[in-house]
């Protein structure tokens, strides 16, 4: 997890110089810090294996490397309308593959204020969001500090 | 054998409804008295279970068979929707059965034009349903049975389920030769599609449902899902034909109620769960609270149509009148099935831009669905001046506008 979270650091901030620091919070959360990204900048997976950075109270939602690899190949990507408000863990989206539709689930509370309107033309982008081209959706958060209470 | 026969039709007859047991409790301070032996274990077993208050949920012990008494499409879906929803299925897998009166059922993030005949669909009274699980267009019948296998997320397994069918069939026939493929098809002699696979995997819970060809008719599927309608660009997901056929032109002994209770036994060996076929009736809402409701929402137009993933239409068609042919182009673009876009081409000496330009606007922002479309053409007529000409062709345009709706 560990390692990985590393590689995922590393090429979100190829250029800056990395700073890597682990440690667990009373909740179990292992968090990994890069110091190169803008302050509140945290990639944090849920056990949901959605996965969401945040910047200035702004969070954009991708899937994990580890549920795109057991999704396979991505035909189809339906997401919710911009303006829709979501809870922390409500359904906000289906990503379609080899004819299983498995839901997505918000990892944070907030309001969806864009979506990726690219995985409509090209779905298999979803398994580019370490190299930032496969976010979801992007969402002004209704609490900034509820990161925290993702576990990994 | 009787009441035990009895007791495994939950959520039929009064005779089980907590209210007469209370009743029967009542009367005489005890249960014991009224009921007859074997019935009232078997009723105790349901009470302390409390199988009519708590509902569902509190039967399922090691996993279970059931097997719905509707032929509803839009209340057997709503099944799979409750217990994926509501279900706990640790350790309590369970295989449903349905069958449907004839229905066309789409994917997830199908569209319904692109996948079958649905002016053939409106003639003939059949419905038209879209699933949550994702996959392509299917027809049922009562010569089709709907298997759906409900674990954990963790214990999702497409290809075990499949195999497990396999199993089963070889078992009541050792010479078929039936294979799944990587694509969860289930094929006959190597040829011949027999079951196609879809599945929904949510938070906590996954369903993997599959048809199984019986003895449905063919030809008729094979109009039914033909779509008529051209010039459709859309990134829906596509349907893949296939050939079909069914096991009983195989082998005239494997009937439904035989094919099904082959599955339940290989089931029921594999879990080592009780074989026996429990019936539901998925419109009990003691049994499920709630499904009513989901069913409803299945059979909504925003639920079968409004979730068409966004399209377009480019086509062209003639028109004969008074034996010269005219060419009416036609470029609609829909989104959550209603029209965004409206652009209706015809040559302005058969009529006038004006008329024209006030069906295209007056469409937009309506539902691409002949019955609307019907209703606002009706209405904008009656604004037109009234020419016997003028109306003949305005009626010979909507109608060719409704066609491809």
Request: charged share 20%; proline share 4%; aromatic share 8%.
């Amino acid at each position: 997890m560990r390692a990985v979270l590393c590689s995922l650091c590393a090429v979100l901030a190829p250029a800056a110089p990395c700073l890597l620091r682990a440690w667990q919070l009373g909740a179990g959360v292992i968090r990994t810090l890069c110091m190169g990204l803008a302050l509140l900048s945290v990639c944090k997976f849920t056990e949901k294996h959605e996965c969401v950075t945040t910047e200035n109270g702004v969070g954009t939602v991708g899937i994990s490397n580890f549920a795109q690899e057991a999704l396979g190949d991505v035909v189809y990507c339906s997401l919710l309308e911009v303006g829709t408000k979501l809870n922390k863990q409500d359904e906000f989206g289906a990503l379609e593959s080899v004819k299983a539709a498995s839901e997505l689930y918000s990892p944070l509370s907030g309001e969806v204020s864009e979506i990726n309107e690219a995985l409509a033309e090209n779905p298999g982008l979803v398994s580019k969001f370490c190299y930032e081209d496969g976010w979801l959706i992007k969402m002004t958060l209704s609490n900034p500090s509820a990161l925290d209470e993702i576990r990994s | 054998m009787v009441a035990r026969k009895a007791c495994r039709v939950l959520g039929i007859g009064s005779a089980f409804s907590s209210s007469s047991h209370r009743e029967a409790v009542r009367k005489t301070g005890s249960s014991s008295m009224l009921i007859p032996f074997s019935m009232k274990n078997c009723f105790q077993l349901l009470y302390n279970r409390q199988v009519p208050a708590a509902g569902f949920k509190k039967t399922v012990k090691n996993g279970f068979i059931i097997h719905s008494i509707s032929n509803d499409v839009y209340q057997n879906l709503a099944v799979e929707d409750w217990i994926h929803d509501h279900m706990n299925l640790e350790d309590k897998p369970i295989l449903f059965f349905w069958r449907n009166s004839p229905s066309v059922v789409i994917g997830r993030h199908q569209n319904p034009w692109q996948e079958c005949n649905l002016n053939l669909m409106r003639e003939e009274g059949i419905k038209l349903a879209r699933r949550r699980s994702g996959g392509g267009a299917v027809y049922h019948d009562m010569g089709n049975i709907n298997l759906t296998f409900f674990t954990t997320k963790k214990k999702y397994d497409r290809m075990e389920n499949l195999k497990l069918i396999v199993r089963a069939l070889n078992a009541i026939h050792p010479q078929l030769d039936v294979q799944a493929t990587k694509r969860f098809d289930l094929l006959l002699d190597g040829q011949f599609k027999i079951s196609g696979t879809a599945s929904k995997i949510g938070r906590t819970t996954a369903y993997h449902h599959c048809t199984l060809l019986c003895s449905t008719d063919g030809t008729f599927l094979s109009s039914l899902l033909k779509s008529p309608y051209q010039g459709i660009r859309s990134n829906a997901t596509a349907s893949i034909p296939s050939l079909v056929k069914n096991l009983l032109e195989k082998d005239p002994t494997l009937t439904c109620e035989v094919l099904m209770n082959a599955v339940a036994t290989e089931y029921a060996a594999y879990h080592q769960t009780d074989n026996h076929i429990h019936l539901i009736n998925p419109t009990d809402e003691t049994l499920f609270p709630g499904i009513n409701s989901k069913a409803e929402e299945l059979q909504t137009w925003e639920w079968i149509y409004g979730k068409t993933p966004k399209f377009s239409i480019n086509t062209s068609f003639n028109v004969l009148y008074e034996q010269s042919h005219l060419n009416i182009k036609v470029f609609i673009d829909i989104k959550n099935g209603k029209i965004e876009i409206c652009n209706i081409e015809a040559p302005d000496h058969w009529l006038p831009l004006e008329i024209l330009d006030k069906l295209n606007s007056s469409l937009v922002g309506s539902k691409f669905c002949p019955t609307e479309t019907t209703m606002l053409t009706n209405i904008l007529l009656r604004t037109c001046p009234q020419d016997h000409k003028l109306h003949s062709k305005w009626n010979i345009l909507c109608e060719k506008i409704k066609g491809i709706m």
